[in-house]
């Protein structure tokens, strides 16, 4: 009888609990045994009460739960090996040979490391004589499925990660609110998003609001940003528009590589000798992250549960990980380190300025 472990680790999003749910369903009804891991990482190397078996009912009404309801932690001691150790250790006295774990792109490095030196961990724990070779006989691969967990939608290979879509309908609905007080009192709003390298909540929610202007990180704006976002927001003035709403990613920059932060787009806003609107600014934070998962986010993670189960029951100890991702409205399976490499050359092709590069990587249109 196959024994599965999910866990969820890295930043939570909405959508999290539906993915366990469908996990442990779908694996319980495929004959397997279930286990949460909880705390992410930590729940791993620590294990005992940190590693419970699911039943069918315990996951009862988890659809509209936000956030993990195992809990999701950072953990150093599994960027170390012998941290991994200890979770190698833990995870054959349950019995276990198989981790779903939706995260980041972060978690799923962590969980391909742990797959690629299983072998090596295991053949450890039976020469230090932590475990003997019998207990360890029926381990020999470890099986590695990834769920991408993020608000960001920041990884390549997926049209979209489970809490996406909750986030950006949070965002909108805020600005909604915003927008009322905004017109009322003829008002300026700098809003600031999330998306420290991935400005697709930024952009989209500027789409959707109709913002009079946006910053993202991969598209820094012109030299000249100051005078263009001025220009467009006299123009919509003149045109009797009362409200203005800047959306700002929390990792804008300009063409220089200057940090464009909501204090100095509220400045300008209210400069006496330019436009002087009244402005304020609203940072969202973490009602971003926060509340039950849409509708979508439902879906997704739970078409992508029961897909991550499968993936784990027709692995073979060649298959490389996979994660599952959506592509055009289907649920796929993908090379989990390609998908990572690619998010990360994202990352540091904006981390070198090369904002060109980071466009042409990203799989969303953009245009001017
Ligand atoms: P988010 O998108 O919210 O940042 P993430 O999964 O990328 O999510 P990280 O903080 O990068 O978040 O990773 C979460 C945990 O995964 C870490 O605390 C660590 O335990 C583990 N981890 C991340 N990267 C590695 C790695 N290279 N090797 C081993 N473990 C890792």
């Known amino acids: 009888k196959r024994r599965i472990a999910i866990m969820t680790s890295g930043g939570d999003s909405p959508g999290m609990n539906p993915a366990i749910r469908a996990v442990v369903r779908m694996g319980i009804d495929k004959g397997c045994d279930v286990y949460g891991v909880y705390e992410g990482y930590e729940g791993l190397v620590q294990g005992g009460d940190l590693i419970r078996q699911f039943q069918w009912s315990e996951v009862r009404g988890w659809l509209s739960e936000g956030g993990t309801l195992i809990g999701t932690a950072r953990c150093m001691a599994f960027y170390e090996r012998a941290g991994r150790l200890k979770a190698a250790k833990n995870?054959?006295?349950?019995g276990i040979d198989a981790l779903i774990i939706c995260g980041g792109d972060g978690s799923l490095t962590g969980a391909d490391k742990f797959r690629s030196e299983w072998p090596d961990l295991v053949q450890e724990l039976v020469d230090t004589k932590q475990l003997t070779a019998e207990q360890t006989k029926p381990y020999k691969h470890l099986n590695i499925v990834g769920l991408v967990g993020s608000i960001d939608n920041d990884m390549s290979g997926t049209d979209a990660t489970i809490g996406c879509f909750s986030a950006l309908g949070r965002i909108c609905e805020m600005v909604d609110y915003i927008e009322a007080t905004a017109s009322s009192h003829s008002r300026a709003f700098v809003i600031e998003v999330m998306g420290r390298h991935c400005g697709w909540l930024a952009l989209m929610a500027g789409v959707a609001t109709g913002a009079?202007?946006?910053?993202?990180?991969?598209?820094?704006?012109?030299?000249?940003?100051?005078?263009?976002?001025?220009?467009?927001?006299a123009h919509h003035r003149q045109n009797g528009k009362r409200k203005t709403i800047v959306i700002v990613a929390e990792g804008a920059y300009d063409q220089e590589g200057n940090k464009?932060?909501?204090?100095?787009?509220?400045?300008l806003l209210a400069d006496k000798e330019g436009l002087a609107l009244d402005t304020r600014i609203t940072t969202l934070g973490h009602v971003q992250r926060g509340g039950s998962a849409c509708a979508y986010d439902?879906?997704?993670?739970?078409?992508?549960?029961v897909e991550a189960v499968r993936a784990v029951l027709d692995a073979t100890p060649d298959t490389p990980s996979p994660f599952i991702a959506v592509n055009e409205?289907?649920?796929?399976?993908?090379?989990?380190?390609?998908?990572?490499?690619?998010t990360k050359e994202v990352a540091n092709a904006i981390a070198a300025k090369d904002f060109d590069r980071a466009m042409s990587l990203r799989d969303t249109?953009?245009?001017d």
């Open 91 to 94: 995870m054959v006295l349950h």
């Open 212 to 233: 009079d202007f946006i910053f993202i990180p991969e598209k820094p704006r012109p030299e000249k940003w100051r005078e263009e976002m001025c220009a467009v927001v």
């Open 260 to 267: 464009i932060t909501p204090e100095m787009i509220k400045d």
């Open 298 to 305: 439902r879906y997704l993670g739970t078409l992508q549960g």
């Open 329 to 342: 409205n289907k649920i796929t399976r993908k090379p989990l380190m390609q998908a990572v490499l690619d």
């Open 365 to 367: 249109e953009f245009s």
